[in-house]
């Protein structure tokens, strides 16, 4: 178990890090999502060591996490931190990196090489030099190499922000089942929100330097309860019940204002809802679609073109606006 507890930062005046607190347990996957700025990676680098903390204390199985003030080489043996500048060495091969641990002829540790680069699917470049490869392959080696010691803990620093789309998902598929099996806890520092949703078992929000949320990824997607938060998976609608119900509004919903997603409407003669059509944007399967309601700003989705201008209605179901509502 890991405890953060009541932990505080600050590089120099302005505080960094403001009082954060959560556990997290063997195996656990925990996203550490928010904008830039918001203190993602100086999370990272004081649960690493690297850091030494103004107050608080950070606990590994209930003993104290001391800071680079205590560590003549700041880290921990049991941690590995994939940094964003990813600490190769340049003029030696990828299976040589990634068997930096490793003495010469160790059989196991052979093995445990091959398994990494397959598992980063990096044979073809097994025998290159690393100042050889592009940003992202050099990424997939970091990563290869912080997984040799089999660590307890892995942090990882925006870890695939340099690799492209379509090797991203079979690469964080690999990554992620493969920390499971081996119960390594794992934190991403991320702003894919596909890395919060897909991966980890818990999500933390951070907005300047403090805990704006922590909770499962799906909760917090299917009630941000909060703008900062809502705005962190995408295009959001910032609505008023009033705005959209047929009806009579029940007492509870009265004066209420919901979050929704594009998704969450669409065009029918039944909506409620009148936008004009301001652009659409072409996302492959559908267009998202920009319009205007009032003064308000409304995206939603639909798989036709629709023409700038064109008066359109929404619908939203009563289902959805109820679990959206924000408290
Ligand atoms: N070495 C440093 N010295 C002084 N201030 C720093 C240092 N590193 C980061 N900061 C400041 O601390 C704050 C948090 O930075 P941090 O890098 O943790 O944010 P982040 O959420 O990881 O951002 P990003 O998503 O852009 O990587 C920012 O205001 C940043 O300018």
Redesign the pocket.
């Known amino acids: 178990m890991l405890v953060v507890d009541h932990v505080s930062f600050s590089?120099?005046e302005?505080i960094?890090l403001k009082n954060i607190n959560f556990k997290a347990k063997k195996g656990e996957h925990i996203s550490i999502i928010?904008?830039?700025?918001?203190?993602?990676?100086?999370?990272l680098k004081s649960i690493y060591g690297l850091l030494q903390l103004n107050e608080g204390k950070i606990t590994w199985n209930g003993e104290e996490l001391l800071g680079p003030d205590f560590n003549l080489i700041p880290g921990h043996l049991f941690m590995k931190y994939v940094a964003?500048d990813f600490e190769l060495m340049p003029f030696t091969t990828v299976a040589e990196n990634v068997g930096t641990y490793f003495a010469r002829g160790d059989k196991k540790g052979e093995d445990r090489v091959k398994e990494l680069i397959e598992i980063m699917q990096l044979e073809d470049f097994a025998d290159t030099k690393v100042k050889n490869l592009s940003g992202g392959q050099q990424q997939r080696v970091a990563l290869a190499k912080a997984l040799a010691t089999k660590p307890e803990v892995l942090l990882l620093?925006?870890p695939f922000n340099q690799v492209d789309h379509f090797l991203k998902n079979s690469l964080r598929r690999a990554l992620f089942a493969y920390l499971k099996k081996e119960k390594i806890m794992c934190f991403v520092?991320t702003?894919d929100m596909t890395d919060a949703l897909s991966y980890s078992d818990t999500t933390i929000v951070?907005k300047d330097?403090e805990i704006k949320a922590n909770n499962s990824p799906k909760k917090l997607y299917e009630k941000p309860n909060d703008r900062y938060i809502a705005l962190l998976f995408g295009e959001v609608n910032d609505l008023n019940v009033s705005d959209v119900w047929k009806g009579e509004i029940p007492s509870e919903l009265k004066n209420k204002s919901f979050f929704c997603y594009p998704h969450d409407l669409r065009k029918s003669k039944i909506g409620t809802l009148k936008v004009n059509v301001v652009q659409s944007y072409y996302r492959g399967d559908r267009y998202l679609v920009k319009s205007r309601s009032n003064k308000k700003t409304v995206f939603f989705f639909h798989k036709n073109l629709l023409k700038t201008g064109l008066e359109v209605s929404l619908f939203i179901s009563k289902e959805t606006i109820a679990k959206r509502i924000v408290n």
Do not use: P, R, W
């Open positions: 590089y120099q302005k960094t928010g904008e830039s700025g918001s203190g993602k990676s100086t999370l964003q620093d925006e520092a702003h951070l330097g």
